[in-house]
Every structure is written in C-alpha cells, then in structure tokens.
C-alpha cells in the first residue's frame, strides 16, 4: 500500500493457479485492518475494468466502484474504516 495520510492506495496480486481460494480476501482483510489500526481512514483501488477476479476482491474487502477512472483507464474503487474483518 502507498499512504498518505490517511488515505492508502491498495493493490494485490495473485497467481492465476491460486485465484478463488480466498488468499485476496483473507490478505487484503489483514492489510486493511493493519492499515487501519495505524491511522488509514480510506483507500482506493485502481482495477481494469474487465478484471473480474480484482473486482470481486475488492468487493469482499468492503470497496465500491467510486464512478470515476483513472488516466490509465481502470475503475477507482473506494473503501472507508472500519473495513470488513479479514477471512
């Protein structure tokens, strides 16, 4: 994550052989609360918008598309404390 305040920008990345067992979920979940128990309010998530697996990873930590994309193209997703538990 890059923070700023109290505003982190997150990412993950997981292996295609290991995407749907949870691992971005259970993850992200840790990260958030670390996150969270050290000041971070927000985050954001900057997913293609044809990535399915992204966006239902993002969705089970609690984020919602925010409506707007980045110059990249990719969908921002935002999410605010308290975040959902991890697993």
Do not use: K, Y
Not at 2 to 9: I, N
Not at 34 to 60: F, K, N, T, Y
């Amino acid at each position: 994550a890059t923070v700023v305040g109290d505003v982190a920008d997150v990412a993950w990345l997981v292996a295609v052989p290991q995407q749907r067992l949870g691992f971005a979920r259970e993850a992200g979940g840790m990260m958030l609360t670390w996150l969270a128990s050290h000041g971070v309010q927000r985050c954001r998530a900057h997913i293609a918008p044809d990535h399915v697996a992204s966006a239902r990873g993002a969705e089970a930590l609690g984020l919602t598309r925010s409506g707007t994309t980045d110059d990249a193209g990719e969908e921002v997703w935002i999410g605010t404390a308290p975040f959902p538990p991890p697993g």
